[in-house]
């Protein structure tokens, strides 16, 4: 019953709520996303208790440091058995390198599986005046395939990214490259703080090969209902 396409956002701060969702949304969701709400709330227990029921985990604390310290925090996560992790790519090509390799180095020693690392391109809640705010003087869409390259240069798994920006990584960076694509939103439903959002069908339409869904699901009065509406909608894109 569950599409491993589908990445729940568990955006809450207690293992109650976490435990009750979970429940909830039981076989329909294999594959949960713990941020830093949750993680700086509740600690390492939570990807224990989530591969303990059987779940993959997206640890998402996007790290954004120096190569050395981004990379030891990538051992230090992957260590705790997540599925896959995150770093920014605006931390730079040296950053994104010594990580991939130090992970890969430490989970052959350690002789356990690696788990998939992938690069933050630009907040799908950044829009085009947040962007030239900043000062930034590509256009949003070249600056994500421009981090997506070199986040595949350095030996990442892939990015996060925009539906809008799925078609363009996906002729850059080949059939195997991973786009996760939070922005998800069903059609009616609140598009919240987000800015590049696509509907679930669209965004596997153009490529995205995972969809981030968080309020969406776990802020509906009914999650499971609203879970299974989506993974209808995206059974129409195989
Ligand atoms: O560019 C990004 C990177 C990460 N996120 C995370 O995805 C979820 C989206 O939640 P919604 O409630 O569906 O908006 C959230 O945990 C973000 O931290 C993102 O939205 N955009």
Known sequence: MADERLIAALDVHTMEDVERLVTTLGDSVSYYKVGMELFYSVGAQVVTWLREQGKDVFLDLKLHDIPNTAAGGICSM?????????????????????????????????????????????LTSIN????????????????????????????????????????LIREVCGEDFLIVTPGIRPAGSDVNDQSRIATPFNALKDGSTHLVIGRPIYA???????????LEEMEKVK
């Not at 599925?83 to 180095?105: P, Q």
């Not at 030239?132 to 990214?161: F, H, M, N, P, T």
């Not at 509906?220 to 989506?230: E, G, N, R």
């Open 78 to 122: 992957m260590r705790l058995g997540a599925t896959m992790l995150n770093v920014h790519a605006s931390g730079g090509y040296t950053m994104m390198k010594t990580a991939a390799e130090r992970m890969h180095a430490e989970a052959e020693k350690m002789g356990i599986a690696c788990p998939k690392l992938i690069a933050v391109t630009v």
């Open 128 to 167: 085009q005046e947040d962007w030239e705010g900043l000062g930034q003087a590509l256009q949003i869409k070249s600056a994500v395939v421009r981090y997506a390259k070199l986040a595949k240069k350095a030996g990442l798994d892939g990015v996060v990214a925009s539906a809008q920006e799925a078609a």
């Open 220 to 230: 509906s009065a009914d999650p499971k209902t609203a879970a299974l509406k989506i």
